[in-house]
């Protein structure tokens, strides 16, 4: 026990005379060994303090400063605000036909920079008309659509099954014809297939599906390939898709002819995507369709129409891979295991990356991007797979998404400024006041800031903010050196204001006769009301009228940091939500009510007062001052906010800028194209 704790300790249990009120007094070696004191007030002291038998005379203080620290600095409040802020904002997505499956998603949706778009049923209807037909080996173009309707599912059809069945003349026709076996979509072979037997108890296969697949079966490729390719990029170049159809007996596999279908796009996806790109979001399109079809679609929407097929991405590096994907708008003609391995290029490139889709070949690939949607009328296995399920047809909800995301994330991000702050501003207050004032601030003073303070935070789910212009992220720079700043200022006029009651010092407040102000001490003689006692320690009710102030300017500080940490710049310019204000108003009420009334209760072990009310000057006077303390923190935050804002690097300036001149050359392009066929029309 050879520690100055020890020996402090041994000296205070021989004098009786040391009452154990000022056992700071007694610890004469605290101050200069304050760090010491701190990483050992957990075990070392109490220890001590039970072998010489001084637990009862010691404890008291050593245990109930720690327990003061302790609590001032854990966040116990941070994981019920975090979460109940994340369900409240999930809950308003949700009322916007957005169901989010894994809340964490959200904060990745806040900060989503490139969303790689399916086509089919996103960008556009998913509504197929079908147009002229090209026949290769049919009498004509309805013979062809009905063997290609005998090859559609009957049962829970896509919209190509539906669309080919109900094109089909002789819609009776098709009963007559019994299926014997048949191979559903495959993405792998992308094509169905039908065993039949028809009326005359013939038995034949038909196929449909992707025009190169079906012409590779054809027994005559080389004969009709050219003309095929020909017509398919003509089909193509015209923005229709292009569907091969075939027929086997025995084997014997005979190209019938290609079927066009036309897939418009959704009358508010060109909208939508300016959105998201004045969010800041790019949107690129990832589809198994035809080239020149994705092509013919981004130029209709006024996306950028640097679109390449799956070629592109063979034979290449990573580095070289990363690269490209920057570069590109989209690709065409891929696989499932394209859409996973672009999905995973994006993120190694920085992004963070969100993808859409609908069919269980799409659940690789939405589980693997940040945020995965599963658009409406997905499959089970696709809306397993995702973070986000999408009710309502088309991109336009993903934008609702992402702004709300980027309200929840603001409202996060406001919390953990103001919870941070609060945090350093307790801790520094409390532990400088100990080693430097020798101050026994009570225990109660942070219980009742908790049950205040924790309560009004839980309602910043509620604040009003406004969304981001980019996607957003943790600048932890930003957020810890705000919340330092404010902390430092809160705890400089803390302890200022300890100083000033410790010397005797009051305020400017009116006295005597006339009530004029005047600027006054313990020892003027003219005050009353029992104000003469503010400042003198061993006179009954002092220490309990310190405390009491104490407690009101944290209080009121911490109270007046929730307006000050929602926003960056200066308080009044947005509104606080109307649940919080009304929270935090009334329990700015509530701490002058607990101040103007407290009862006079021993809460103390000693016989002593801990808390006692105070007089309406007194609290009047306080408010001031933390008004003061305010302006000092908005000015402070107001610096530290603008010297640590992310600024995008000159790498950023200039893609965002080629993205732009690309976008405005494909839309300019697009009205063009319209006006010319909208003249030829006119003309003919």
């Not at 409240?88 to 990745?108: F, K, P, Q, T, Y």
């Not at 806040?110 to 080996?137: E, F, H, Q």
């Not at 086997?248 to 790109?277: H, M, N, Y």
């Not at 891979?321 to 708008?329: A, F, R, S």
Request: hydrophobic share 45%; glycine share 6%; aromatic share 8%.
């Amino acid at each position: 026990c050879g520690t100055p704790f020890a020996s402090n300790a041994r000296t205070m249990h021989m004098d009786k005379s040391v009452k154990p009120y000022y056992i700071d007094h007694a610890l004469s070696g605290f101050p200069y060994h304050a760090g010491v004191w701190m990483c050992h007030s957990s075990t070392g002291i109490p220890v001590e303090c039970v072998n010489q038998n001084c637990f009862d005379s010691l404890s008291g203080g050593i245990l109930q400063r720690f327990v003061v620290l302790l609590v001032a600095t854990i966040p116990i409040a941070t994981p019920v605000v975090c979460t109940a802020t994340m369900a409240v904002g999930a809950r308003r997505m949700a009322d916007a036909n957005a169901i989010v499956s894994r809340l964490s998603a959200i904060e990745e949706l806040a900060g989503m920079t490139v969303l790689c778009s399916d086509k089919t049923g996103t960008l556009t209807k998913n509504i197929l008309t079908l147009d002229d037909p090209w026949c290769v080996d049919c009498k004509n173009g309805e013979e062809m659509v009905f063997m290609a309707a005998l090859a559609c599912k009957t049962n829970d059809p896509d919209a190509i099954d539906t669309c080919i069945r109900q094109s089909a003349t002789n819609q009776k026709d098709l009963d007559k014809y019994t299926v014997i076996n048949f191979i559903p979509f495959d993405p792998g072979n992308r094509r169905t297939e039908a065993t039949l037997r028809d009326p005359q108890d013939r038995v034949f296969k038909v196929t449909k599906g992707a025009p190169q697949v079906i012409l590779k079966m054809a027994y005559n490729k080389s004969e009709i390939e050219d003309s095929v390719n020909a017509c398919v990029q003509d089909f193509a170049g015209r923005g229709l898709r292009s569907l091969g159809v075939a027929r086997a007996e025995d084997d014997k596999w005979v190209f019938l002819g290609v079927l066009s279908l036309f897939d418009p796009p959704r009358d508010d996806t060109r909208d939508t995507i300016e959105k998201a790109i004045a969010l800041g979001s790019s949107v690129k399109m990832i589809t198994g369709d035809h080239l020149l079809i994705a092509k013919e679609t981004a130029r209709r929407l006024g996306m950028g129409v640097n679109i390449l097929d799956t070629k592109s991405l063979e034979n290449k590096d990573e580095s070289a891979l990363c690269e490209l994907v920057n570069e590109v708008d989209g690709f065409a003609e891929v696989f499932p295991e394209h859409k996973f391995n672009i999905v995973h290029l994006y993120q190694k490139n920085g992004n963070i990356t969100g993808m859409t889709g609908d069919g269980v070949n799409d659940a690789p690939a939405l589980k693997r991007a940040d945020v995965g949607f599963a658009v409406h009328g997905a499959t089970a296995a696709a809306q397993g797979a995702a973070s986000v399920v999408l009710l309502s047809p088309g991109l336009s909800v993903i934008i609702t998404a992402i702004i709300r995301s980027r309200k929840i994330f603001q409202r996060l991000s406001n919390y953990v400024v103001y919870r941070i702050n609060v945090s350093i501003m307790l801790l520094s207050f409390f532990f400088f006041s100990i080693i430097i004032y020798r101050q026994n601030l009570p225990a109660l003073i942070i219980v009742l800031m908790a049950l205040i303070n924790d309560l009004a935070v839980m309602t910043i789910a509620y604040d009003k903010v406004i969304p981001g212009a980019r996607p957003e992220r943790w600048n932890l720079v930003q957020v810890a050196a705000v919340s330092t700043g404010m902390a430092f200022i809160g705890t400089i006029g803390g302890l200022v204001f300890l100083m000033l009651l410790q010397m005797g010092y009051c305020f400017w407040i009116p006295v005597g006769p006339d009530s004029s102000f005047k600027f006054v001490t313990y020892q003027d003689p003219t005050l009353h009301n029992g104000l003469a006692t503010l400042g003198i320690f061993n006179e009954p009710g002092t220490q309990a009228k310190l405390n009491m102030m104490v407690f009101l300017y944290l209080s009121l500080v911490n109270e007046f940091c929730v307006f000050s940490a929602r926003v960056k710049s200066f308080f009044w310019l947005r509104r606080p939500g109307y649940v919080l204000l009304c929270v935090v108003a009334l329990e700015l009420a509530g701490s002058v009510l607990v101040s103007l009334f407290w009862p006079d209760w021993d809460f103390s072990q000693h016989g002593r007062l801990e808390m006692t009310r105070i007089e309406g000057r007194l609290v009047g006077a306080t408010i001031c001052y933390v008004l003061c303390i305010f302006v000092c923190q908005e000015i402070t935050k107001l610096i530290l906010n603008y010297v640590t804002e992310f600024k995008p690097s000159k790498a950023e300036e200039l893609r965002t800028l080629r993205g732009n001149i690309m976008r405005q050359s494909a839309s300019i392009a697009y009205d063009e194209n319209k006006k010319r066929a909208s003249r030829a029309s006119r003309g003919q």
